[in-house]
């Protein structure tokens, strides 16, 4: 209790030391200030420190610069499965890849949420309506003849990875709830959704067929455009059970994919589908990585 | 510091029972009634603030089970599309995909983000009968806390990623929050099926769904 709760001296009191100390004592106890002491809203904003909410913050450039997307990066999607490694975003230069490093590592405590944020430019470059090829299609009944409908669902996946071990940034690894989609999804490899939780899709066609009549399609009316520049982002966050500290974060690209399951009534995922792969490339240019700390009370 | 304020005892200076009450009434006085102008300018830093005293960061991931929505799930669909939306399942409107509760919400201002993939097939873009310019297909968004639209926008109009976000006054409570989708409404027309196993086909499906919510009280 903080409320100095001690008789008044009089005249004629004896004033020794002991009594002078149990008088001071009053004013020192722990926790003295407390809620008797303050009044209703005595404290403010004014009276807060920095750093309640977001104690860190920081921003990193992802790709190349290069607004007119004179002379974007590209790279062809991976033609072999399971894949070797994924597309690490850079520069333009494999050697200057691009992504977020913390001086120091990066503690986030449980008292914390680590929020991501982040963009690129990208555009997809396709050959030879891959939209038909692998599994990419739904064979449609036509008024003449039947017809494979894209299912627009083809696709390249962004991912983050982080290097949690040292400042060599040496270990890069899938953040938490992500998968590497090199899980056997029957003779395909894949992630289940589930193992998608720092998935980015990025749309690479839309396909739709005029004048369909009675769900029946008309084989020459089919209208396909591959996606052009456009922004595409990805956000996660993330409250580790422990202490985490953190080096690096970057995103990782593959492609094709598209949804699969193994069989009837297995989970849905989504696979690498190379069969469209040598027809397909990404284009991409510049965009950013925001970390944020929360704390989170 | 706590500074004398009636007058400083100094050695040899003799000391009566009054001298010292003046004091002690002064500080004590003073000490039962802090305000804020008497506090230093941030003094305070987290360690001295109870749990949840300014504000509460609500987050979940994966959103829902699985992060996907589990509401419409149609597992007769051919296994090249997702096990999710089809319009043989679909009755229209809006639908409930994801769920939460800002538990212990203190009043005042709140930012809510829901964040994930979407899926939609576009196939059926130009139904013949329609006679009109075309019918875009979208899986249109939107967040309702405690009953009310905090944020809604047309969506995905493809398989892409999306990120919605708001933010609005709430009242104190236990907040509950609901994500739903709307899908474009089908037309007799549609491609409902694939013709080899007449299986019915995807229409739409979220995924990778993943919830924060920051509540700002003062």
């Not at chain 1, 106890?29 to 404290?43: I, K, P, S, T, Y």
């Not at chain 1, 860190?56 to 190349?64: A, E």
Request: glycine content about 8%; hydrophobic content about 35%; charged content about 15%.
């Amino acid at each position: 209790m903080s409320r100095i709760n001690r008789a008044r001296i009089v005249d004629g009191d004896e004033t020794t030391a002991a009594s002078l100390n149990d008088r001071f004592d009053d004013f020192s106890q722990a926790n003295a200030v407390d809620q008797f002491n303050l009044r209703d809203a005595a404290v403010d904003l004014p009276q807060l420190g920095t750093g309640f909410q977001a104690p860190f913050m920081q921003s990193d450039n992802l790709g190349k610069s290069d607004l007119l997307h004179d002379a974007p990066v590209s790279f062809a999607a991976q033609t072999s499965t399971p894949y070797t490694t994924p597309h690490v975003l850079h520069s333009g230069s494999i050697s200057n890849p691009t992504f977020a490093t913390y001086s120091g590592g990066l503690t986030v405590t449980t008292s914390d949420v680590m929020r991501i944020y982040w963009s690129l430019s990208v555009k997809a470059v396709v050959r030879n309506e891959p939209y038909r090829q692998g599994m990419q299609f739904n064979a449609i009944k036509g008024s003449v003849s039947d017809f494979n409908v894209s299912t627009s669902a083809g696709c390249f996946v962004a991912w983050l990875q982080w290097d949690i071990t040292s400042a060599s940034l040496t270990h890069f690894e899938e953040v938490p709830g992500q998968g590497d989609f090199k899980t056997a999804v029957g003779s395909f490899y894949g992630n289940s959704l589930q193992s998608c939780q720092a998935t980015t899709v990025i749309p690479l066609w839309s396909v739709y067929m005029r004048n369909i009549n009675e769900g029946n399609v008309n084989t020459s009316t089919e209208e396909a455009t591959a996606a052009g520049w456009r922004g595409i982002s990805g956000t996660w966050h993330h409250k580790p059970g422990t202490n985490r500290t953190i080096y690096g974060l970057r995103v990782v690209l593959l492609g094709v994919m598209h949804p699969r399951r193994a069989s009837a009534g297995t989970v849905n995922t989504l696979v690498h589908d190379i069969v469209p792969g040598t027809n397909v490339d990404l284009n991409y240019t510049g965009g950013q990585l925001v970390t944020f700390v929360n704390r989170v009370k | 510091m706590k500074h004398w304020t009636q007058r400083e005892t100094r050695t040899g200076g003799s000391v009566t029972p009054d001298s010292i009450q003046r004091e002690m009434t002064s500080s004590q006085s003073s000490m039962t009634a802090l305000d804020r102008s008497q506090l230093p300018a941030a003094c305070i830093d987290a360690t001295r603030l109870k749990d949840y005293a300014l504000h509460r960061v609500y987050e979940v991931i994966p959103w829902g089970t699985t992060g996907e929505q589990t509401v419409l799930v149609n597992t007769a669909a051919p296994l090249n599309n997702f096990s999710a939306v089809t319009y043989q399942l679909y009755n229209g409107g809006w639908t409930t995909v994801a769920t939460t509760t800002l538990t212990a919400f203190k009043g005042g201002s709140l930012m809510a983000e829901w964040g994930g993939n979407a899926y939609v097939y576009p196939a059926s873009t130009e139904p013949a009968l329609a006679n009109i310019e075309g019918i875009p297909r979208y899986v249109r968004l939107r967040l309702l806390v405690a009953g009310r639209v905090l944020v809604e926008c047309l969506g995905p109009a493809s398989h892409e990623a999306f990120r919605v976000f708001g933010t609005g006054i709430f009242e104190q409570g236990d907040l509950p929050v609901e994500a739903q989708i709307r899908l474009t409404d089908a037309t007799y027309d549609d491609i409902l099926r694939e013709v080899t196993t007449n299986d019915p086909i995807c229409q739409a499906h979220v995924y990778s769904m993943r919830f924060l919510g920051i509540g700002r009280w003062r």
